[in-house]
C-alpha cells in the first residue's frame, strides 16, 4: 500500500486505471498471483503495491518465467561474455524491492494460479 502520508488510490480508482481484478485483490490480500505481459514474459508473485497515478504496478517477490513462446528473453550487456538470461538476471534484481510493471501492458492476471 501507499504510505500513509501519500494520497491512497481507491479500488474504484484502480479499476478506472485498468487493473484487472486479481491485480487490485493483491493490494490488500497477499497470496498466490501471476499475470502475463504483452511480450509474453509470466511474472509469478504475492502481493503488489500501486504509485501514485495507478498507472504502474509494483509486483512484489516476483519469480519471472520465460515467456509462453517458449522462446527466452535475453539482454545484450555487451560484455566479452555475449548475452545472458534476462529472466534470471531480472528475477534477482528485482527481489528486495519488487518489480515494476506497466498495467496498460498486462494481459492476463490471475489469482491462485496452480
Not at 3 to 11: K, M
Not at 41 to 57: I, K, M, N, Q, Y
Not at 74 to 84: F, I, L
Request: hydrophobic share 35%; net charge negative.
Amino acid at each position: 500500500m501507499l504510505n500513509s502520508d501519500e494520497q491512497t488510490l481507491t479500488d474504484l480508482d484502480l479499476r478506472r486505471s485498468g487493473w484487472p481484478w486479481p491485480l487490485r485483490k493483491a493490494v490488500t490480500d497477499a497470496y498466490s498471483y501471476a499475470l502475463k505481459l504483452r511480450d509474453g514474459t509470466v511474472v509469478r508473485f504475492e502481493s503488489a503495491d500501486p504509485d501514485s497515478s495507478g498507472l504502474f504496478a509494483t509486483l512484489h517477490d516476483p519469480e519471472v518465467l520465460a515467456p509462453s513462446s517458449g522462446e527466452y528473453v535475453v539482454v545484450d550487456h555487451s560484455t566479452p561474455n555475449g548475452t545472458q538470461d534476462f529472466s534470471r538476471w531480472l528475477t534477482m534484481v528485482s527481489n528486495q524491492r519488487g518489480l515494476v510493471v506497466r498495467v496498460a501492458d498486462i494481459v492476463w492476471c490471475c489469482d491462485y494460479p496452480a
